[in-house]
Structures are given as structure tokens and as C-alpha cells.
């Protein structure tokens, strides 16, 4: 995703029709954790098209495989933790190839 991706762009109703979920589940994701939109100054609730994608695999994980808040938000939690490992490794490989060509 690009820094596009990033910016927020719409409010709590469209977002809902966009995941075809209710504004109180946006809400109610928001309390518990799953999702932290942005906010605009009058306190506006603003999600971006990766809080869109994030919703998205939310949905999915529940409603295809049947898994629960709980645990999505252990599934979530490990796919970031897995993203920063692979960032480290990444990192680490470059380093060692750098020291190599020494």
C-alpha cells in the first residue's frame, strides 16, 4: 500500500456500506480495539482505504472461517508481529550481504 492508502477519507456510513456492516459494529471495533480511525477536528470519525483493507480481513476471518474476536485479534496480532520479524530479517540479510562484498 502506498501513502495514499493512508489518508482518511471516509466517514463511519460509507465506510459501513463499503463492508456491509453496520455503523455500530465500525463503533464497537473501534472500543475493543480492532480498528483506530482517524479523526478530523469537529471529531469526525475518518477511515482510509487501509482501515478499509483492515476491516476487510476482519470481515473475512469471521464470516468465512468463522473465527471469533478473540481470535482475530490473536491472528492480527501475530501477522504483525510476523511482518516486523520479516522486516528485521530482511534488514539482517542486507547487512550480511553488505559485510560479504567487503
Do not use: C, F, W
Amino acid at each position: 500500500m502506498n501513502l495514499r492508502d493512508e489518508e482518511p477519507r471516509y466517514v463511519i456510513s460509507i465506510a459501513a456500506r463499503m463492508l456491509s456492516v453496520q455503523t455500530h459494529t465500525l463503533r464497537y471495533y473501534e472500543k475493543i480495539g480492532i480498528i483506530e480511525p482517524s479523526r478530523s477536528k469537529g471529531n469526525i470519525r475518518l477511515y482510509s482505504e487501509r482501515d478499509i483493507a483492515h476491516l476487510r480481513r476482519v470481515k473475512t476471518l469471521m464470516d468465512d472461517l468463522g473465527i471469533n474476536l478473540a481470535g482475530i485479534e490473536v491472528i492480527l496480532r501475530m501477522a504483525e508481529r510476523l511482518s516486523e520479524l520479516q522486516e528485521h530479517i530482511d534488514g539482517l540479510e542486507s547487512e550480511l550481504k553488505r559485510l560479504r562484498r567487503q
